[in-house]
């Protein structure tokens, strides 16, 4: 998906991404790469790429749909990896692509796992699937109380092949939750445990990029890294900071400045009134706004921008497809000149986690927003 529109480039730097996965396989032993919802903005099969000539095998994406887009990808590129869906079939017709299209779903409700039988018999073909177990986040999955008639119903429906177990955890990033995150390993390897008992050998993935990189122990045989890979930090502004130092961030976002004027002392600029010049002032204005998915919740939050190599206040409401700059101190700056809202060169550039900061999100949001711009690929 992509905003055609609009004035604002972001620009995915694949070097970064797999720069980061080879970080993450230091810490991991088998790290499949978390590629949904478009790469968190990044760009599916430009990451899916990257992350393939990394060694990544296995790519973890969200709907059935996505996974289908991806496997039509990596075939006309001759790349073998495991697609699996995260999300497992929502939608009757998200069945059928995944014996067509070798998409390995997360199973975690019965509903969903009588639909998989059903046709598995019905087409008289196996399926691998991902048992899918909640251990705390209360999301998707069966819980341990499923287990008897859980495995009961695999027992009658030998074409579904419960190939790997799954579930995911509520509070890795938080050093003050780390009994929550163990209370949720103990509860999975027991639902594991017994899936072995059971006869099924499957290959055990808990965790996810703050486990990765600060709980070891929950490491099992593979791993799901996702925010990392885009080079931001799960632990920012927490005492676990340092754990995410190497990651390089991936996405830049910049778009011009359509004008430059002055605004005089007392003035207001923008709906609203909001911002009223302090002193004479010289204001860009920035072709970016709410519709851009520079959300108008970031106005009169102290958000800055880059402009001219300098770190300069966003003033007043932000527009539709426009919003404010001061640079009275910026004398050379022009219309047509850059404005970068997240990235940029050396220590003044944004973070993706600043960004979030000033917005009152987390970097993932961030990134997934500003990534429906047009995007061009560096670094390939
Ligand atoms: C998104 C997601 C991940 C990746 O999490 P990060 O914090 O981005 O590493 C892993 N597992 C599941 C089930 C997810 O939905």
Known sequence: MSILYNKIEVRIDLSAIRSNYRLLKSHGSHVIGVIKADAYGHGLFEVAEALAAEGCDTFAIGSVEEGVALRKHLLSK???ARIMSLLGPVDPEDYAPLWEYEIIPFIGGFRQLEEVAGHAARLGRALPISVKFDTGMARLGFVEEDLPRLLERLGEAPLVRPVMASSHLATADDP?????????????ELMVGALRGAGYDVEANLANTAA??????????????GISLYGASPFAGTAWEHLGAGLVPAMQARTRIVSVHPLK????????????APRDMTVAIVAAGYADAYSRGLSGRGAQMLIGGRRVPQVGRICMQ???ADVTDLPDVRPGDWATLLGGEGPLAITGDELAGWWGTISYEVFC????????FIGA
């Open 176 to 188: 003050d939750a780390v009994d929550f995150v163990m209370e949720q390993g103990r509860r999975f």
């Open 369 to 376: 927003l500003l990534g429906m711009n047009r995007r061009v």
């Open 78 to 80: 001759g790349i073998k």
């Open 212 to 225: 990765i990189l600060a709980h070891p122990k929950l490491h099992y045989q593979s791993q799901r890294g």
């Open 265 to 276: 002392k007392g003035h207001t600029i923008s709906y609203g009134g909001i911002f009223t």
């Open 322 to 324: 426009m919003c404010a």
